[in-house]
């Protein structure tokens, strides 16, 4: 993993290296405090750590900020740091640079992508809108910047209901990128969407009959599913949400015992804020650790630390292409405060 030497590399060599690999290959001496000099950087630089729960436990102990996509949006929005260090995808930095283009926004490895982001090309999205000019585009946010300068509205797994719920009833609707929220807000606005065909490849994962089987096992225990999953697992679940919505969840619960039907990332908050429930993995389709979403787990500790050290990978977009993806969001966190949607981490 690390390539370069220590022996204080030029810029040029840093931002060689970073085009090369993605990430700074510098291994941070032996023998230091990387959370202490993570901290002393952050102080130094009034950098802000922003981290998604499904980091790694590390990265959220040592994070300012820990929340959904909506929660990090609305830090993002706020935040008078000088640079923001996003420990969480590409699509999620991008959303932090568009909200805020005067300031850095680092990512510890440009190669954290997102499977979902990357179904929707924007060259054939273009071709599908075009398809369907009389319509308003609802976008996901785990959308690349593109996608969000062709859309009309930005949604997370937090507002996607109310907000589609919320738009004009004469407006016909794309949803894109992700089918299985698509027709999970179809069902529960009864408002008909034109879907792109995408999915994450780590949502939809979970087995149907593994999972019933281990709802016959444990039958006092609850499941609870994010909208992403598939509407097999959506149906069987008893409580439905984002990140944060099924974090609070298992923190309200009188009930003691849950199947949890997301990332993996989750449990770490979920044992701390309820350490006597008993948290159980929903099973994969096959025996592997495919819950975990290797793109989000590619960010480690080093990679922060040399992203505050080096103060790179940092994301860049044009000028016209942040003021095209502007918009849509703003909608969202405006629309979002309008409808009392605020997700705190
Ligand atoms: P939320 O952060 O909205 O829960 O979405 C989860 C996710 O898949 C992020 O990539
Ligand atoms: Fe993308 Fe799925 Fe990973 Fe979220 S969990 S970043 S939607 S691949």
């Known amino acids: 993993m690390f390539h370069l030497s220590t022996a204080l590399p030029s810029r040029e060599d840093i931002l060689k290296a970073v085009e090369q690999y993605g990430y700074v290959p510098i291994e941070p001496p032996v023998g230091i405090d990387l959370f202490a000099e993570i901290e002393r950087l952050k102080r130094e630089k009034n950098a802000v750590l922003l981290a998604h729960y499904y980091q790694d436990a590390d990265i959220q102990d040592i994070a300012d900020f820990i929340g959904d996509s909506l929660g990090l949006s609305q830090k993002a929005a706020e935040t008078d740091a000088d640079i923001i260090?996003?420990?969480?995808?590409?699509?999620?930095?991008?959303?932090?640079?568009?909200?805020?283009?005067?300031?850095?926004?680092?990512?510890?490895?440009?190669?954290?992508?997102?499977?979902?982001?990357d179904s929707c090309p924007p060259e054939a999205f273009a071709a599908f809108k075009a398809k369907y000019p009389d319509h308003k585009v609802v976008s996901y946010i785990n959308t690349s910047a593109a996608i969000k300068a062709m859309s009309d509205v930005i949604v997370t797994s937090s507002n996607a209901v109310p907000i589609v719920q919320a738009l004009p009833?004469?407006?016909?609707?794309?949803?894109?990128?992700?089918?299985?929220?698509?027709?999970?807000?179809?069902?529960?606005?009864?408002?008909?969407?034109?879907?792109?065909?995408?999915?994450?490849?780590?949502?939809?994962?979970?087995?149907?009959q593994k999972v019933r089987a281990m709802r016959a096992q444990y039958p006092d225990a609850e499941l609870i599913a994010h909208p992403e999953c598939e509407p097999a697992i959506l149906e069987e679940a008893d409580f439905i949400g984002s990140t944060t919505a099924l974090l609070n969840y298992v923190t309200r619960s009188p009930k003691r015992r849950f199947i949890v039907a997301t990332e993996s990332g989750i449990l770490h908050q979920m044992r701390k804020?309820?350490?006597?429930?008993?948290?159980?993995?929903?099973?994969?389709?096959?025996?592997?650790?495919?819950?975990?979403?290797?793109?989000?787990?590619?960010?480690?500790?080093?990679?922060?630390?040399?992203?505050?050290l080096y103060e790179a990978p940092e994301v860049t977009l044009s000028p016209e292409l942040i003021r095209a993806a502007r918009l849509p969001i703003e909608r969202m966190l405006e629309m979002s405060r309008e409808l009392g949607l605020v997700s705190k981490g």
């Open 85 to 117: 260090v996003f420990a969480g995808v590409h699509f999620m930095a991008e959303t932090a640079k568009i909200l805020n283009p005067t300031k850095k926004v680092l990512i510890p490895d440009l190669n954290a992508g997102c499977s979902l982001s």
């Open 273 to 308: 804020a309820a350490p006597d429930k008993e948290l159980i993995q929903a099973p994969a389709e096959y025996s592997c650790n495919c819950n975990t979403c290797p793109h989000m787990k590619l960010n480690t500790l080093e990679k922060i630390y040399n992203a505050l």
């Open 169 to 208: 009833k004469e407006w016909k609707l794309i949803f894109a990128p992700d089918k299985n929220l698509g027709m999970y807000v179809m069902r529960k606005t009864g408002r008909e969407m034109i879907l792109w065909d995408g999915v994450c490849m780590v949502h939809t994962i979970f087995s149907y």
